[in-house]
């Protein structure tokens, strides 16, 4: 559970003060645009009122109100399954990482009425219009993470787990 805490609280943490630095320290929410690495990294302003992509972005208190209670459950969901199922550090830590980036944008909600997104990649002559913010990479990270090293025998990694004892038969080897 420690490993679960101290992942959830970098990645929320680290999200908030990204978030402060390019929105506000950097006046991202003012000037719009910051070319980084252009076409591959770039900064661009964006409120998603929805989920990802904007989808379901109504924009309504209503509407904000469903995701951030939807966010909650799904992240009270991920710690009570990740404390029976995810023994392993790696599992741990990414139901942390999840769980840590989904507060995160409820914490934008609650403050904003919005999530801010500032990451824009673009690569190969494809322009890529939407943005996203470390939060949404923590959340994603970790959900792979968790399909990848916790499997549905409890054991917490994928194969690599103790093997459950055979039940007894009450027959004698013969």
Wanted: aromatic residues 10%; hydrophobic residues 50%; charged residues 15%.
């Amino acid at each position: 559970m420690r490993m679960m805490f101290w992942a959830g609280f970098a990645a929320f943490s680290i999200d908030q003060i990204s978030k402060y630095v390019v929105i506000h320290m950097m006046e991202l929410s003012r000037i719009r645009s910051i070319d980084v690495l252009p076409p591959v990294i770039n900064f661009r302003y964006g409120e998603n009122r929805g989920i990802n992509f904007g989808l379901f972005g109504g924009g309504s208190d209503a509407s904000r109100a469903i995701l951030i209670a939807l966010a909650l459950v799904i992240c009270i969901a991920v710690v009570m399954w990740a404390r029976k199922n995810a023994h392993t550090r790696i599992a741990q830590m990414s139901a942390g990482l999840l769980v840590g980036g989904a507060l995160a944008n409820v914490i934008d909600r609650l403050i904003y009425g919005y999530v801010l997104d500032f990451i824009n990649m673009s690569c190969c002559r494809i322009n890529n219009p939407f943005v996203f913010n470390l939060a949404d990479v923590f959340i994603f990270a970790g959900a792979l993470g968790l399909i990848f090293f916790t499997d549905s025998d409890g054991t917490g990694a994928k194969g690599g787990g103790k093997k459950k004892p055979r039940k007894a038969t009450g027959k004698k080897a013969g």
